[in-house]
């Protein structure tokens, strides 16, 4: 295992995240269902034993199971030999109004006096104003457990649009010590996560990196495009190109990794034994493949059909997340529809065509829209 720094620590550069634990009961809740502690205790021992010291948690994973297990597991060890992370639950609004209460019940399930790595989980667009509202003090309460040794070091997570999380940093960023967000080759497109590195670099804030394989799909991409990359890289499983194209990546710490099966845990730590990015060539070949995976809508978010737009429908903001929709709808599009008027959503749209008429693109927006509205139809319902 290499490791990373961060101030007087070193960090295992792969954590590994208890969200995609094995459940002893199938859920399909956003977090889902009680973990299977017999093989998820071998897992997170077998990690732990080959040199990785960051575990991460959270709240609502495994609907409140995930830290509690966590706790178990790590309290096995010497407190001084691993770093544990969660995170403040803040996407749950029926949460949020009582840091002190939350905070208190995460220490007991974790079994431990103090949280090393301590997140504002999931800055978004449906909780950005909650977060930097004064009244409400979360950030401040959360600060004074950091004053008081319960927190050693203070961050967030975000799946939020670039400005969203601009808005997070200009309220409280000189106070966050590192930030996670969701970065891989496609999401570096897809997701912009490319703007949001470097916003975050530009700040000199350290990036932790979650789905780095997005959910497994960048762990096979079929089998004759699987072939080329074996070609160039015979003794490494497909997953291991995923967390070698982020090593090209200068400002990364801590890379999580939700691991499901012994064999995924053993994989990934055979990558992590040393860093060896991806030459020029490989890189090339690899987003090639990437790219394959969806054919994006060109919006450079221009702007110039915003002012003709007779419903002030915010048409780069839809198209953006309509390209994320088109390649797999879920939480991290509802929860963005969820925060937007409902009369500037997509249906608001009434086919005039004057936003296709200015498009530099030549974007077909009043179709892309019409196509945007039948997959959120189609698509159920979370618990936001």
Partial sequence: MHYKTFKDL?????GFGNMRLPVLVEDNSQFGGPVDASKAGKMNEYAYENGVNYFDTAYGYHSGDSELFTGRTLSRFPRNTWHVATKFPGYDLRLINDPPKTFNEQLRKLRVDYVDFYLMHNVSETNIDPYTDKGRGIVDYLL???????????????????????RFLDFCGSEMEFAQIQLNSLDWFLQDAKGKYDLLTARGIPVWVMEPVRGGRLSSFGADNDAKLKALR???SVSAWAFRWLETLPALGVVLSGMT??????????????????????????????????DMIPCTACRYCCPECPKDI??????TLYN???FVPGFVVLRAMSAIDPERHPSACVECGQCKDVCPQKIDVPECLKHFREILDKTPPMNL
């Fill in 261 to 294: 099966t012994m064999e995924q845990v053993v994989d990934n730590i055979e990558t992590f034994k040393a860093p060896d990015p991806l030459k020029p060539n490989e890189k090339e070949l690899y987003e090639s493949i990437v790219g394959e995976l969806v």
């Fill in 144 to 166: 004074g457990q950091k004053k008081a040794g319960r927190i050693r070091h203070f961050g967030f997570s975000a799946h939020g649009r670039i400005d969203t999380i601009k």
């Fill in 234 to 236: 015979p003794n490494e």
């Fill in 10 to 14: 070193k960090l295992s550069a792969l």
């Fill in 324 to 326: 994320e929709a088109r």
């Fill in 314 to 319: 915010d048409i780069p903001t839809m198209l």
